[in-house]
């Protein structure tokens, strides 16, 4: 049998016990690419990467690296390697000889391997940092050394389980850049597992958003911001607005719906969850919401001004619009709103939006 990506995950589950952490995903990671696994706590996001990694066997299904399946393969021969989330490195050596750890049974001359050890010093930042010991460095310091010790190594793959998790916002976000040159400039594959979605977006090339043991959906950030095909997917990343309603005709390729809090509108993609007569739902992000003071032209909805968010550039307000349970979400440039800016509280407002930001959900 063969794979088709560089990492391809065939069917693969995880029993512990009666309890199945992993249902049967199937997947492909391409070479050089920066996938991440994205999902709350305990969707089995370190269960998948200790998999890849050969520290936990599947109970079902295979993975294939490189084209070799990998259910025979022990954990040190597989050309990967893992960062953990509490960044282990030896306090009691200083900084080379972390980075160095790793080679010490390749036997090779001094020279080589202290150029090799420069070498990784410059890539992660820390040149001039080779002879502190390990416990006087900060925490993104530390990282960086932990993140130079499985470089130095040269595996195609690269595990990292929540490695900026334990940093404050600051360092985080300046560790995230460093971590996407790197991966640049090193061009190997890198498996990132977070439960953040903006560290999510900003780093991946595409994600897979997991959830309880299930992968929902496999995108580019792009792609699951803007398309994504379950409410479950599209609560989970950024903020987003529901609706619900039933399919009354589909006629050359538009549609027909009647929405509960709006009444019957028409939109022109056909989408092959529609079915006539069906229950759906509708998704719309709160920036592809425009206010209005009066009744627009087209379909729309009236509700009352319920809170404002003055967030210097934007403005978020929530809107409450009866027939719908939640209050709508709605964001805006600022420079945008004009007459809407000076609205009080509980006022009348009206919400129009573009034929293409309605996003058809998969189920009800
Ligand atoms: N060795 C084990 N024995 C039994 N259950 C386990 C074992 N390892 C993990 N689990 C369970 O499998 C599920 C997935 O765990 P996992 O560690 O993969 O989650 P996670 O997505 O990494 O969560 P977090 O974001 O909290 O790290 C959890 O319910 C966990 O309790
Ligand atoms: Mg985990």
Not at 171 to 188: D, K
């Given at each position: 049998m063969s794979s088709d990506g560089f990492i391809s995950i065939r069917n693969v589950g995880k029993s512990f016990g009666s309890f199945r952490a992993i249902e049967s995903i199937s997947m492909d990671i391409q070479q050089g690419e920066f996938f991440s696994l994205l999902g709350a706590s305990g969707c089995g996001k370190t269960t998948l990467l200790r998999m890849l990694a050969g520290f936990e066997t599947p109970s079902q299904g295979e993975i294939f690296i490189d084209g070799q399946p990998m259910s025979d393969v022990p954990p040190f021969e597989r050309p990967v390697n893992m960062v953990f989330q509490n960044y282990a490195i030896f306090p009691h050596l200083n900084v080379r000889d972390n980075i160095a750890y790793g080679l010490r049974k390749q036997r090779l001359p001094k020279a080589k391997r202290n150029a090799m050890v420069d070498e990784m010093l410059d890539l992660v930042q820390l040149a001039g940092y080779g002879d502190r010991k390990a416990d006087e460095l900060s925490g993104?310091?530390?990282?960086?050394?932990?993140?130079?010790?499985?470089?130095?190594?040269?595996?195609?793959?690269?595990?990292?389980?929540?490695?900026?998790?334990?940093?404050?916002?600051?360092?985080?976000?300046?560790?995230?850049?460093?971590?996407?040159?790197?991966?640049?400039?090193?061009?190997?594959?890198?498996?990132?597992?977070?439960?953040?979605?903006?560290?999510?977006?900003?780093?991946?090339?595409?994600?897979?958003v997991m959830q309880g043991g299930d992968v929902l959906q496999v995108d580019t950030p792009n792609a699951l911001y803007e398309q994504p095909r379950t409410r479950d997917v599209a609560s989970f990343i950024g903020t987003m607005n529901f609706l619900d309603g039933r399919v009354l005709s589909r006629v050359n390729g538009h549609t027909k719906l009647d929405i509960d809090a709006v009444g019957e509108i028409d939109i022109p993609t056909p989408h092959p969850a529609i079915v006539e007569g069906d229950r759906l739902s509708l998704a719309i992000r709160p920036e592809k919401i425009v206010l209005h003071r009066a009744a627009p032209d087209g379909p729309a909805m009236q509700g009352n001004l319920e809170m404002t968010s003055y967030l210097g550039e934007r403005s978020h307000f929530h809107i409450r619009v009866p027939g719908c349970v939640e209050p709508m979400a709605v964001s805006a440039q600022n420079a945008d709103l004009g007459e809407i800016r000076a609205l009080e509280e509980g006022a009348p407002v009206w919400l129009s939006w573009h034929d293409d930001a309605l996003i058809v959900l998969d189920g009800k």
């Open positions: 993104g310091q530390r990282q960086r050394v932990a993140l130079a010790r499985a470089l130095i190594l040269k595996p195609k793959v690269l595990l990292l389980d929540e490695p900026l998790g334990a940093l404050d916002k600051q360092l985080r976000e300046q560790m995230q850049l460093e971590l996407r040159r790197l991966q640049r400039s090193v061009g190997i594959t890198f498996v990132f597992v977070t439960h953040d979605q903006e560290e999510a977006l900003t780093l991946s090339d595409r994600i897979a």
